[in-house]
């Protein structure tokens, strides 16, 4: 809990570590009223490091007794040290010398998940960022890696299971009914990367050879009741293995890989050093229980933990500024897998809604930060899609910038350079530098400079000398902290359409013979002018191919251009993002007007595209799935909510009742007979199957009513079961709905991960009841405030998803979720910072709901005792009224 004023750390301030520590032993004795360590630390002074402080401080947590402290194996008089709330500090240490630290810690009464804590029975850590301090006292930073020895001794009956990193080295038993295991991990780490678990566990064993022929031995661990939803997972990882040798030539280093599922859990998983813990909902799976979405997630999660193997663990971050360091790259390294074993379309198209939907908001809120931030006061607050998601981007604009071979040669090169050490963003830049000889110093900017650039793209043609010019301006918004930006390097991928949709060749000179249909225009400056010759009419442009950079682009595209784009344009990308932009148009022109039409032009296109089943039908139920409101509202300048909702749903109403035979059609073109499978194409028929009955249901069509009913019932899948049910809770039919989200309850209750997506469904929807449905699912029996995803599914989903109920008029909504926050504050205050993140944007809003928004958040401001996570996020969005 605060005391004082939370401290703000500063990149500027960086030190090396004046100490080391070469070795870690450490030895768990857990009961059930607690746990003691052991801990033993080789430690000595670091040469590199110009303190001559004869002192040695160590942090520390929450921990609840420090029971002894010895040097050298001699025990210390209590006058040789102090020991505060967050530090132990030794007044005098030689440059050499081992230390000894016993803790009493009491794991059972761990609700904010951080360190070592109790879930479901078992024990199990966090250790990321700052957990290990709560387990004991350690220097507990990133640069400082060590070897660690993990002794772990448990009741043999409650706990037959006892993991930590690396090979297990030693085991046996103990007096009274306890035994233990010991762990030895030859890899130099930071804490961060420590985890240790101990309970009932059921484990499923595969192997995996690797491309040296080393058989490794892969393990899942999970309660005996999750025992047929590991397959998954398990194909997962070694698909993921075997993707990082081929695209990146890794291999795997240890002789055990082992995966944990864990239900109460902060964040989605957690890659320590062979003991990856996931929260169950990201790594537990079947066709039962799981839909394509979680089946999707699961494989991409998997994979992200594996490759930090390398981008991460072998290789990590100097210090917490450094994060994107290994999160960047690492979600560019799952992406690209995710793209490799399924459709690069679809997933450009996903990664790229979730940039302009949220990321895009964040860097426009008062939370935005740099891809390497300058400072934080609580680094959890740092998880952000900023540091994860643009940081990924990053990486993929240096792919763009180098190409594929170049890339690999800077990626081996940073591998090979860096191994063993802790690193930073600039550090793996100078790799791609020096391993392709680009110069990057200007791209370097993407890291310092917060906020999405703007490029305001304007052309003339040039009918008598056949030039057309393109002229690109770019500027970067004020974000907290930063004005008067730089321009940044961006590479802006560009193609041309004539009139037939063909693709015209890109003449940058008129004897340009060889011009390419696609080409990467390299932006450095505020404003270029590009020409392009040997044209006989003017191009259609599409721009920003790929997304190939995380921009906004604004272009006047007209109606009949966009219409046209999305149905010839050669990059799939584009065809989707064009008919994005004519249904944000034809949207935003009935969201002033309660009297327009629909534009039938947006009527015809889509029913080309329901009619057309030539094309790649993962692109079409893209293409088919209108712009979400979150995304409609952070395109707006003092969004009106309600009426966004109301203009959204009148097109929507518009499209299926003009289109009602159509989606019938492929509504029944697409039931699949057979075997369940997750491929592309299978995912793409469900999908477009569920969006038509979802269209149909919207306007109460009593053929679709009939259609939902029987395939909730009949449903072999979640995808579809989950596609039905969500169809009827969005529908005027209150008998149906009733009836099958009881059914669904019946059959699933001793499910969590199946509970949570039935919460998930109710408190999401704009039609079952808003506020009053949440609080009575927050009173229902399967409801816990100590679990972050029971949290999520209801409170997070109704602020996040269910925007017309959030944004009521009366601000309840914003009370509601203030409400939340100030109680979750107390006994999880990482989620609770993250909860409150709505509310930050209330600037962004017409003042009737910015203010309410606002005096919401100063009741979690003025909360007695509140947590440095919420303080910082609650007071940087305050800050400068
Ligand atoms: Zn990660």
Redesign the pocket.
């Known amino acids: 809990m605060r005391t004082s004023q939370p401290q703000t750390i500063f990149l500027k301030d960086y030190r090396v570590p004046a100490f080391l520590v070469d070795h870690v032993d450490l030895r768990f004795e857990l009961f059930e009223d607690g746990a003691r360590v052991h801990c033993t630390l080789a430690m000595r002074r670091n040469p590199d490091s110009d303190s001559s402080d004869k002192s040695l401080e160590l942090d520390g947590d929450s921990l609840t007794t420090l029971e002894s402290v010895s040097l050298d194996g001699k025990p210390l008089e209590g006058s040789a040290y102090e020991d505060r709330d967050d530090k132990l500090t030794l007044h005098e240490v030689p440059d050499q010398f081992n230390l000894g630290i016993v803790t009493w810690i009491e794991p059972q009464n761990n609700t904010r998940l951080e360190g070592l804590y109790k879930s479901s029975g078992m024990f199990c850590t966090q250790c990321e960022a700052e957990g290990f301090r709560c387990i004991t006292y350690f220097p507990d930073r990133p640069d400082v890696m060590a070897r660690f020895r993990t002794r772990v001794e448990a009741d043999k009956t409650r706990y037959p299971i006892l993991l930590s990193n690396g090979n297990d080295v030693e085991k046996g038993d103990l007096a009274d009914g306890r035994h233990f295991v010991t762990w030895e991990d030859p890899f130099p780490k930071p804490c961060y990367l420590f985890a240790l678990v101990a309970g009932d566990l059921l484990e499923k064993r595969d192997t995996f050879k690797t491309m040296s022929g080393r058989d490794i031995d892969l393990r899942m661990y999970v309660e005996p009741r999750n025992a047929e939803k590991c397959d998954h997972a398990m194909d997962s990882l070694k698909r993921a293995m075997r993707w990082d040798e081929e695209v990146y030539g890794r291999e795997y280093d240890l002789d055990i890989f082992m995966i944990v599922a864990v239900d109460d859990f902060n964040m989605g998983a957690m890659?320590n050093k062979g003991l990856n813990i996931f929260n169950s909902s990201c790594v537990l799976a079947s066709q039962e229980t799981a839909t394509d979405m979680a089946f999707q997630r699961i494989e991409s999660i998997v994979a992200?933990e594996y490759f930090?193997n390398w981008s991460g663990n072998r290789v990590t971050c100097r210090d917490w500024f450094q994060l994107s360091l290994?999160?960047g790259f690492?979600v560019f390294r799952d992406s690209c897998f995710s793209a490799d074993v399924g459709s690069p379309t679809v997933k450009r198209i996903e990664d790229a809604t979730m940039l302009r939907t949220a990321q895009f908001a964040e860097d426009a809120g008062p939370m935005a930060h740099p891809v390497r931030p300058e400072s934080y006061m609580e680094i959890t607050n740092f998880y952000t899609l900023t540091i994860y998601e643009k940081g990924s981007e990053v990486v993929g604009m240096i792919h763009t910038l180098l190409g594929p071979d170049l890339f690999r040669k800077g990626s081996d090169l940073y591998f090979e350079r860096h191994d063993g050490q802790a690193v930073t963003t600039d550090d793996f830049v100078r790799a791609m530098e020096d391993a392709s000889g680009r110069d990057l110093s200007q791209f370097r900017l993407w890291y310092e400079q917060s906020g999405t650039p703007e490029l305001t793209v304007r052309d003339e043609f040039d009918d008598a000398a056949g030039i057309y010019r393109l002229t690109i301006k770019q500027s970067i918004p004020d974000t907290p902290g930063q004005t008067d930006k730089k321009p940044q390097h961006i590479p802006f991928a560009i193609g041309f359409l004539g009139a037939e949709g063909e693709s015209l060749p890109l003449k940058l000179a008129a004897d340009d013979a060889d011009a390419p249909t696609d080409r990467v225009l390299e932006l450095t400056d505020a404003s270029h002018t590009f020409e392009f010759h040997g044209l006989s009419e003017r191009p259609v442009p599409s721009l920003l191919r790929g997304f190939s950079a995380p921009v906004r682009v604004f272009y006047p595209w007209t109606r009949e251009q966009l219409t046209f784009l999305m149905s010839h344009d050669s990059d799939g990308f584009n065809r989707w993002d064009a008919g994005q932009r004519l249904a944000v148009d034809v949207i935003n022109s009935l969201v002033s007007s309660t009297d327009g039409n629909v534009d039938a032009g947006l009527v015809e296109a889509y029913r080309s595209l329901l009619a057309d089943s030539s094309l790649d039908q993962a692109l079409v139920a893209k293409m088919l799935q209108l712009p979400s409101e979150a995304y409609l509202i952070e395109l707006a300048d003092q969004p009106n909510v309600p009426a966004i909702h109301r203009a959204r749903e009148r097109v929507l109403a518009h499209l299926a009742r003009s289109l009602r035979d159509e989606l019938l059609a492929c509504y029944h073109r697409n039931t699949l007979r057979g075997h369940y499978e997750v491929t592309p194409e299978a995912v793409a028929r469900r999908s477009l199957r569920n969006t038509a009955l979802a269209w149909l249901l919207h306007i109460d069509d009593e053929e679709g009513r009939t259609l939902a009913t029987s395939q909730f019932n009949e449903a072999d899948n979640m995808t579809d079961r989950m596609g039905a049910l969500r169809a009827l809770v969005n529908s005027g039919y209150e008998k149906e709905q009733e009836q099958a989200l009881a059914d669904f309850y019946q059959q699933w209750k001793d499910d969590p991960q199946v509970v949570e997506q039935w919460f998930a469904v109710q408190s999401g929807s704009t039609r079952t009841g808003g506020l009053r449905k949440v609080h009575e699912l927050m009173e229902h029996p399967a409801f816990d405030w100590k679990n972050p995803n029971k949290i999520r599914s209801v409170i997070g989903v109704f602020a996040g998803q269910n925007l017309p109920a959030f944004h009521a008029e009366d601000g309840a909504g914003y009370q509601f979720l203030a409400e939340q926050v100030r109680k979750l504050d107390d006994s999880n205050p990482q989620i609770a910072a993250r909860l409150v993140s709505p509310l930050t944007r209330w600037r962004k809003f017409a003042p009737v709901h910015g203010e309410q928004m606002k005096s919401a958040l100063e009741t979690v401001r003025d909360k007695s005792g509140l947590s440095r996570d919420v303080y910082e996020v609650v007071h940087k969005s305050l800050a400068g009224q």
């Open positions: 890659e992200h930090h290994k999160e690492t």
